[in-house]
C-alpha cells in the first residue's frame, strides 16, 4: 500500500471482529511507528498494550468517561453520530487489543506575572512530548491500517487517567491515547475535508 493510499484510506473504526490478533502482527505495526519523529530525539514515549482479563478491566473503567464527553458531542455532532461515537466507549468497539501511550509525566507550575515567551519556555518540554507521542500515534495507525487492522484514536478517556494509572500501576506517565486494535468489522464513509485551510504565501 503506498503512503498516500493509507493516509487517504485509514478510517476511524469502532466496530471490531472478534478475530484475535497475532502478538506478532502488533509487534511489527508498533515496532515500525516507534520510527516516529520526537522532540530533541528524546522518545519520551511508552506503550502498554492490553488484551483478555486486562482489557475487560480497562473497559468497565474507560466507559465511565462517556459522560465528561457527551457535552462537547452534544455541542458538534447529531444524535445519531453521538450515538455512533459512544458505542466505542462502551465496549471499545469490541476489539480484542487496546494500546495506550504514555508520555513522562511533569508537573508545571507559572507565576502571575509570566509572559507569553516565559509560558513557552516552561510548556516547552511538555508540549514537545506531547507532539511527539502524536506523531507515534499518527504511525500507528497508519502502520496498523497498511496491515488491514483497524484503529480509533480516543482522547476521552483521559478523564479516567487516575484510575486507568491505578488499575495498571502506573505513576509517573501521562495518558496521552487510547487506541482500540483489531480487524475491522465496518467501513466508515470518508468524511469531507474542510476547505480553506491552507494559506499560501509568496506563490
Not at 508545571?108 to 510548556?123: A, M, Q, T, V, Y
Not at 504511525?139 to 487516575?162: F, I, Q, R, S, V
Request: aromatic share 8%; with cysteine.
Amino acid at each position: 500500500m503506498e503512503l498516500e493510499g493509507a493516509i487517504k484510506g485509514r478510517r476511524s473504526i469502532r466496530q471490531f471482529r472478534n478475530d484475535e490478533i497475532p502478538k506478532e502482527l502488533l509487534e511489527d505495526v508498533i515496532s515500525t511507528a516507534l520510527w516516529a519523529p520526537s522532540g530533541m530525539n528524546r522518545q519520551d514515549w511508552e506503550i502498554v498494550v492490553a488484551r483478555g482479563e486486562h482489557l475487560a478491566r480497562l473497559l468497565e473503567v474507560v466507559s465511565r468517561s462517556q459522560s465528561y464527553v457527551m457535552p462537547l458531542l452534544q455541542q458538534l455532532f447529531p444524535e445519531k453520530i453521538i450515538k455512533i461515537t459512544l458505542q466505542v466507549f462502551n465496549n471499545l468497539g469490541g476489539a480484542p487489543a487496546v494500546i495506550l501511550v504514555y508520555t513522562t509525566k511533569e508537573t508545571l507550575h507559572f507565576s502571575e506575572d509570566l509572559d507569553e515567551r516565559g509560558r513557552f519556555h516552561i510548556e516547552f518540554t511538555r508540549l514537545s512530548r506531547l507532539l511527539s507521542a502524536s506523531a507515534l500515534i499518527q504511525n500507528l495507525l497508519l502502520c496498523a491500517h497498511e496491515k488491514g487492522l483497524g484503529t480509533c484514536w480516543m482522547t476521552g478517556p483521559k478523564y479516567m487517567e487516575k484510575e486507568i494509572n491505578e488499575l495498571l500501576g502506573i505513576t509517573d506517565r501521562e495518558l496521552i491515547s487510547i487506541i482500540p486494535i483489531g480487524f475491522p468489522a465496518q467501513s466508515p464513509p470518508a468524511p469531507p475535508r474542510k476547505e480553506g485551510v491552507v494559506h499560501w504565501l509568496g506563490f
